[in-house]
């Protein structure tokens, strides 16, 4: 591949990850229920997963925006700003060993 492919290809988006009792509430998308990947902030103090909260603004949305899911006041994509610092602690999270049970070893006669 050229340099210049490499420089442009897309950064990898990580995987959701099923929400484990250890997980935050905070690092907990309202409408996805899963972990944050790509969080943003509303001006209201919400956070929400990128994706979702965009598709929520384009199918419920007027010229104006569409209602926040969680207070009703009127939002529009351009009140969206990334939430770096959420996404690195969902990052973190995401590292973090599952809390689930490890497989146990199957004996070889």
Same mark, same amino acid.
């Given at each position: 591949?050229s340099?210049a492919?490499?420089?442009?290809?897309?950064?990898p988006?990580?995987? /959701?990850v099923?929400?484990?009792?250890s997980h +935050?509430?905070?690092?907990?998308?309202?409408?996805?229920?899963e972990?944050f990947?790509?969080p943003?902030t509303t +001006? *209201?103090?919400?956070? *929400?997963?990128r994706?979702?909260i965009?598709?929520?603004?384009?199918?419920n949305g007027g010229?104006?925006?569409?209602?926040?899911p969680?207070?009703?006041?009127?939002l529009?994509?351009?009140?969206?700003t990334s939430s770096f610092?959420?996404r690195?602690?969902a990052?973190?999270?995401r590292?973090?060993?599952s809390?689930?049970?490890?497989?146990r /070893?199957t004996e070889?006669?």
């Amino acid at each position: 591949p050229s340099s210049a492919a490499a420089a442009t290809a897309p950064v990898p988006v990580p995987e /959701p990850v099923p929400v484990e009792p250890s997980h +935050p509430e905070e690092l907990i998308c309202p409408l996805t229920h899963e972990l944050f990947v790509d969080p943003v902030t509303t +001006p *209201y103090g919400h956070a *929400y997963e990128r994706k979702s909260i965009l598709e929520h603004i384009r199918l419920n949305g007027g010229p104006a925006g569409a209602p926040d899911p969680l207070t009703g006041r009127i939002l529009n994509e351009s009140m969206l700003t990334s939430s770096f610092t959420l996404r690195g602690l969902a990052d973190s999270q995401r590292r973090q060993p599952s809390s689930a049970p490890a497989a146990r /070893p199957t004996e070889v006669s």
